[in-house]
């Protein structure tokens, strides 16, 4: 038997993803696409929980968490070089140009005032849609390049057939 950790209101990650794609990209059209819990290549860090890739080549790491211990631990992941995640976020040198966390809006209340300056902020509200509370500033303009992009896709595909049966 799996248990799944869910908030207070019964949302798993994977239900913040799915009406993140579609409250927020199906609405919007900002991603050519968006990839559930994958790592690249070229980064050490741990997964992505949604990496979205623009329509301008532009990374944006959507970083979902569930509660406020979560939200706390993710300023102590290390990356390359032994600088914590956010360290290198702030410096440019991670592979989003943008990142923001999302999370249901109960929490994003309590921990509002704590989202850095490189940060963005999406929140799930009750009454079901998804609202971008802060906006995420650019980190660099490195884009993604297509072979990256093809990798991408393959484990996308991946993914799928996985699923099938």
Same mark, same amino acid.
């Not at 211990?69 to 990356?79: I, L, N, P, V, Y």
């Given at each position: =038997? ?22 927020? =990209? ?16 070229? *980064?050490? $860090?741990?997964? +992505? ?5 623009? /329509? *301008? ?11 406020? *211990?979560? +939200? ?11 600088? *914590?995640?956010?360290?290198?976020? /702030? ?7 943008? $990142?923001? +966390?999302? %999370? ?17 902020? $999406? ?10 509370? /802060? ?6 303009? /490195? ?5 990256? =992009? ?5 484990? %996308? %595909? ?8």
């Amino acid at each position: =038997m799996t248990i799944v950790q869910t908030d207070c209101v019964g949302f798993t990650e994977a239900n913040l993803q799915k009406e993140f794609v579609v409250r927020w =990209m199906w609405h919007r059209q900002r991603y050519k696409f968006i990839v559930p819990n994958c790592y690249l290549d070229w *980064s050490d $860090f741990t997964e +992505f929980d949604l990496l979205c890739v623009r /329509k *301008s080549g532009f990374i944006d790491e959507i970083e979902i968490k569930r509660t406020v *211990s979560d +939200f706390r631990a993710d300023f102590r992941k290390s990356g390359r070089f032994h600088l *914590s995640k956010h360290e290198q976020l /702030k410096s440019g040198n991670a592979p989003a140009n943008y $990142f923001s +966390f999302l %999370m249901y809006e109960e929490l994003g209340a309590k921990i509002e005032d704590e989202i850095p300056e490189h940060a963005g902020l $999406f929140v799930l509200t009750s009454t079901g849609w998804v609202v971008e509370k /802060k906006k995420a500033p650019r980190l660099h303009t /490195k884009k993604i390049g297509e072979r990256t =992009m093809l990798k991408l896709g393959e484990k %996308m %595909m991946s993914k799928y057939w996985r699923l099938v049966k």
